[in-house]
């Protein structure tokens, strides 16, 4: 019988993944969930990622409680989005720390937090809990940086959160487009764009941060727009 234990946990799956299914021919859906098999796989293998399992396009993980098992999690989640986005898998996730039982049945309340983060999530990204352990010592432009993260529901407040090498606007609409997430000739909903307008913000506040040498332990504005906006006015005569 499994025991409980603490560590770190992930959460994370395809935004658009039932409609990427529903319209992809019947004949290419097998060989579809197959990529996005290799991916997560390819993921785990790269990042010494031991734990992980998958439930459809949802993928649980988790690490020990230690500095490297953060950063091995941080990592998978890094190679998750960037490997998935150049398959045009894009991917959400949410990563807690805590209590959990990994099993036949993996339950708990890291569990749950990761799942409530991950899903309330706007955007392509991983967000991790505020109050991570180890993570003053992961702090960086290439592992984790302070964000206001975009959320449905929840207040505007800030949270680590994993830095990933986003590629261009128009890269980014060719991808989401390859996905089949939505038909040909359908048009681009908001629901949609404001998760990818979100995504462009921050791959704008990524690139500003490193130009200006910014610390990445803090962030700098009330809003993602607000640092953007003051970086942009400097340009400016």
């Not at 019947?26 to 997560?40: D, G, L, N, T």
């Not at 045009?88 to 949410?94: A, P």
């Not at 999530?121 to 964000?147: M, R």
Request: aromatic share 10%; with cysteine; glycine share 8%.
């Amino acid at each position: 019988m499994s025991t409980a234990e603490t560590g770190y946990f992930l959460v994370a799956d395809v935004l658009g993944f039932s409609a990427t299914i529903s319209n992809t021919p019947h004949e290419q859906i097998e060989p579809r969930i197959a990529q996005w098999v290799s991916v997560v796989e390819k993921a785990a293998a790269d990042s010494g990622v031991e734990r992980r399992s998958l439930f459809s396009d949802t993928v649980f993980a988790s690490a020990p409680s230690s500095e490297n098992g953060l950063k091995s999690l941080i990592s998978f989640a890094r190679d998750l989005l960037t490997r998935g986005l150049e398959d045009s898998f894009l991917v959400r996730g949410g990563i807690a720390h805590g209590t959990f039982t990994w099993g036949s049945l993996t339950y708990g309340q890291a569990v749950i937090e990761a799942y409530k983060l991950e899903a309330d999530q706007n955007w392509i990204g991983v967000a991790c809990q505020g109050n991570l352990p180890h993570v003053a010592k992961l702090w960086g432009y290439d592992e984790l940086v302070v964000y206001a993260v975009p959320r449905k529901k929840s207040p505007v407040q800030t949270q680590p959160v994993v830095s990933w090498p986003i590629p261009t606007t128009e890269r980014l609409f060719e991808l989401f487009h390859k996905s089949n997430s939505i038909r040909d000739g359908e048009f681009v909903s908001w629901e949609v764009g404001e998760k990818l307008d979100r995504t462009i913000q921050f791959r704008t506040y990524l690139h500003l941060l490193k130009r200006t040498q910014a610390d990445a332990a803090k962030f700098h504005g009330g809003l993602p727009s607000h640092f953007l906006d003051n970086a942009v006015s400097k340009l400016l005569p």
